[in-house]
C-alpha cells in the first residue's frame, strides 16, 4: 500500500517562504491498494496537482473520492481539478450524505462563485456513494468512524490484506468517547494520519474549535498501538520551524516508545 | 498613496517551491493614504496576512475603520474573508462596495462562505460592523479624501474594475478581465451587444476602460495568459500582459504592475513574462513591473 501527500495544511492554503517544505495546499491524501487501486481522500487545494498528474496518465479515468465532511480546505480544489472537465472520466464521492455532498458541489461551482457557471458545466460524470458502513474499493477494506468535529466528519480506516492506514482529520482529540471509537478502530495501524493543527499551549486558547494538539495524536496513535504517527492539517499560521518544533517536542515524548512520529510534507510518499 | 499587494495570484492560492519570490495567495490590494481609513481591494487568500499585519494596530483594540472595494465574488477574490482578523473583533468597521449580483447580495454571497456544512464559524459571529453599499458601473464616488470611479469589466457575472485617486495620485486595478474583442463575457453585455450592435458596443466598451484609466500613475492589470496560452481561452474572462500593455499605452499610464499571475506559472516564468513586455515597452516611456506578494509603491501625490 502507497500513501502520497498532495496537500497537508488546515483550515485556508497558507503559500509562501515560511511554509515551503512541509507545504502550504490545504488537504489531500491518495491512496494505492495493493492491485492497484487508487482513491483520494479529500479534495484541498492539493487535489489540484494530483489531477495533473492524472491528466498526463491519459483520459477517461475514474477518481473514488473520500470526503472527510465538507469544510471549504477538503473540498474547495474541486473547481480546479482537471479530471472534473474530461467528458468521459467520472467521479464518484462518498461522503455523510448525498444531499449534502451535492448541496456542497452546487455552491462550489455556482455562478457567484465560480466562473464555471453551474455544476451541470462539467464534463466528468460526477456520481454520490452515502458510506453507511465499512465498503470496499476493490481489495481495500473502508471502515468509516465518526471523529469529533462539530460537522460529522469520517476518519478512516483502510485496510489492506495485511496493511492497515487510518486516516483521522480533522478530529479534537480528548473527548474519552470519540477517542476510543478513533483508537479501536485504528488499533495496531502501520500509519496514523492525525490532525495536529494546535500545539497544547495554542490549544488552550482553541478548545472546540474541532482540532487536536501535537499531544493528543501522540495519546491517539500510542493508545491504538500505531507503528508510526503522521502529524498533518498545521495551522496556515505555523512555519515550518513550528513545524519541526511540534515534530522534535513529539519524538522527545515518546522516546521510550515504539512508535515513529513524522510530520506529513507534500510530495511524500510512503509504501508498506 | 501607498499600493500594497497581499495577493498577486490569479484563480486559486497556490503553494510551490517554485512560486515564493511572486507568491502563491491569490488577490488582494491595499491603498493607504496619510489619514484615510485604508482600501483594500478583495479577499483572496493574501487577506488572511495582511490582516494579521492590521491586528498590530486600532483593529485589535476594535477602533479600525477600513473600506473594501469588492472587484467581483468568484472564490479566488473572496476565500480569505473567514480568516480575515479584523472582523472578529467587536468595533471595527468595514463597508464593502460591490454591483450586487442578479442572483444574490453580497451579505448573502458572504454568508454562504459560513454556512455550517463548510466553515465552523457562522457569520454571525463576525463581530465587527459590516455595512454593504451598491455601487454602479460608471459611478463615482468618495471615501475620505479618495476619489474612486468603477467600471464593468469583460469576466463572468459582474466584474468590477476601479480607479482610486487621492490628491494628485491614480491607480486603476483591474483584476479579472478578457479582450472585449473575441467574446463578451460580463452580465448584461450580450444584452447591450443585441441592442447597440457588436462594433459599437466593442467601441464604447473599449473607450469605457481607456478613459477611467487615462493618466493613472499606475495600471494594475490582469495578465494570467502568456501570448501563446490565450488560445482557444479567450473566452475565460482573463488578458495577456500584451492586452495589459496595449490599453496602458493607448491612456498614456505610466507603469504597469501586471497582476493575476496564472497558479501554474513558476517564478521563472513571471520573470520571462515581464522580460518579454518590458522589451515590447521599450522606447515608450512607460515603466513595467509584475506584482509580487509584499511589494509596496508609493504613488507621489504632488508632481503635478
Redesign the interface.
Known amino acids: 500500500m502507497k500513501i502520497r501527500f498532495w496537500g497537508v495544511r488546515g483550515s485556508v492554503s497558507a503559500p509562501g517562504p515560511q511554509t515551503i517544505r512541509y507545504g502550504g495546499n490545504t488537504p489531500c491524501v491518495e491512496v494505492e491498494g495493493e492491485g492497484g487501486e487508487t482513491f483520494v481522500i479529500d479534495a484541498g487545494y492539493g487535489v489540484v496537482g494530483l489531477g495533473q498528474r492524472l491528466m498526463e496518465q491519459g483520459n477517461g479515468t475514474t477518481v473514488h473520492l473520500l470526503l472527510t465532511h465538507l469544510h471549504w480546505d477538503h473540498i474547495q480544489g474541486l473547481p480546479f481539478f482537471a479530471p472534473i472537465y474530461v467528458p468521459g472520466s467520472q467521479v464518484i464521492i462518498y461522503s455523510v450524505s448525498v444531499k449534502t455532498a451535492q448541496a456542497a458541489m452546487d455552491r462550489l461551482f455556482t455562478s457567484v462563485y465560480s466562473p464555471i457557471m453551474g455544476v451541470e458545466n462539467l464534463g466528468a460524470t460526477v456520481a454520490y456513494e452515502e458510506v453507511t458502513g465499512v465498503f470496499r474499493l476493490g481489495g481495500v477494506t473502508i471502515e468509516p468512524v465518526i471523529l469529533d468535529h462539530g460537522v460529522p466528519t469520517f476518519g478512516f480506516g483502510i485496510q489492506d490484506g495485511s496493511k492497515m492506514v487510518f486516516h483521522a482529520t480533522d478530529h479534537e482529540g480528548g473527548d474519552r468517547h470519540c477517542d476510543s471509537r478513533l483508537v479501536a478502530a485504528a488499533r495496531g495501524a502501520d500509519l496514523l494520519i492525525h490532525d495536529a493543527q494546535f500545539t497544547r499551549e495554542e490549544y488552550r486558547r482553541y478548545r472546540g474549535w474541532g482540532h487536536s494538539h501535537t499531544d493528543a495524536a501522540l495519546q491517539n496513535a500510542l493508545d491504538a498501538g500505531s507503528r508510526r504517527l503522521a502529524l498533518f492539517h498545521y495551522d496556515p499560521t505555523h512555519t515550518d520551524a513550528d513545524v519541526d518544533g511540534q515534530l522534535e517536542m513529539a519524538r522527545e515524548q515518546v522516546r521510550d516508545t515504539s512508535l515513529e512520529v513524522l510530520a506529513a510534507q507534500e510530495g511524500l510518499e510512503l509504501e508498506f | 498613496m501607498l499600493v500594497t499587494f497581499w495577493g498577486v495570484?490569479g484563480?486559486?492560492?497556490?503553494?510551490?517551491?517554485d512560486?515564493?519570490r511572486y507568491?502563491?495567495?491569490s488577490t488582494c490590494v491595499q491603498i493607504q493614504a496619510p489619514g484615510e481609513a485604508p482600501l483594500i481591494m478583495d479577499g483572496g487568500?493574501g487577506i488572511?496576512v495582511l490582516g494579521?499585519t492590521m491586528l498590530d494596530g486600532p483593529f485589535n483594540r476594535g477602533e479600525g475603520e477600513a473600506n473594501i472595494l469588492v472587484g467581483h465574488?468568484?472564490?479566488d477574490h473572496?476565500?480569505?474573508y473567514?480568516?480575515f482578523g479584523p472582523f472578529y473583533f467587536a468595533g471595527n468597521r468595514f463597508t464593502f462596495y460591490s454591483a450586487g449580483?442578479a442572483?444574490?447580495d453580497l451579505p448573502l454571497?458572504l454568508e454562504?462562505?459560513h454556512?455550517?456544512?463548510?466553515?465552523?464559524v457562522p457569520f454571525d459571529e463576525l463581530r465587527a460592523e459590516m455595512v454593504f453599499e451598491r455601487i454602479r458601473p460608471g459611478e463615482q464616488f468618495t471615501l475620505g479624501g479618495f476619489t474612486i470611479e468603477a467600471v464593468q469589466l469583460n469576466?463572468?457575472?459582474i466584474t468590477l474594475g476601479y480607479r482610486v485617486e487621492h490628491r494628485d495620485a491614480a491607480v486603476v486595478i483591474f483584476t479579472d478581465t478578457a479582450r472585449i474583442a473575441s467574446v463578451q463575457q460580463g452580465q448584461g453585455m450580450s444584452e447591450a451587444v443585441a441592442e447597440e450592435g457588436l462594433a459599437t458596443y466593442q467601441d464604447h466598451f473599449h473607450r469605457g476602460l481607456v478613459d477611467l484609466c487615462r493618466g493613472a500613475d499606475m495600471l494594475v492589470h490582469d495578465s494570467h495568459f502568456l501570448e501563446d496560452e490565450i488560445v482557444g481561452k479567450e473566452h475565460?474572462?482573463h488578458s495577456t500582459a500584451l492586452d495589459a500593455l496595449s490599453l496602458s499605452r493607448e491612456a498614456g499610464v505610466r507603469h504597469l504592475m501586471l497582476f493575476h499571475h496564472a497558479?501554474e506559472h513558476g517564478d521563472d516564468v513571471v520573470d520571462r513574462k515581464l522580460a518579454f513586455t518590458r522589451q515590447a515597452a521599450d522606447g515608450i516611456g512607460l515603466k513595467v513591473s509584475a506584482a509580487r506578494?509584499g511589494m509596496a509603491v508609493e504613488l507621489s501625490e504632488t508632481k503635478k
Not at chain 2, 484563480?11 to 517551491?17: H, M, N, Q
Open positions: 495570484r484563480s486559486y492560492p497556490i503553494a510551490r517551491r512560486n515564493v507568491g502563491g495567495n487568500s488572511r494579521s465574488t468568484h472564490w473572496i476565500l480569505g473567514p480568516f449580483q442572483e444574490a454571497i454562504g462562505q454556512e455550517e456544512l463548510h466553515f465552523p469576466h463572468p457575472g475565460w474572462g497558479p506578494e
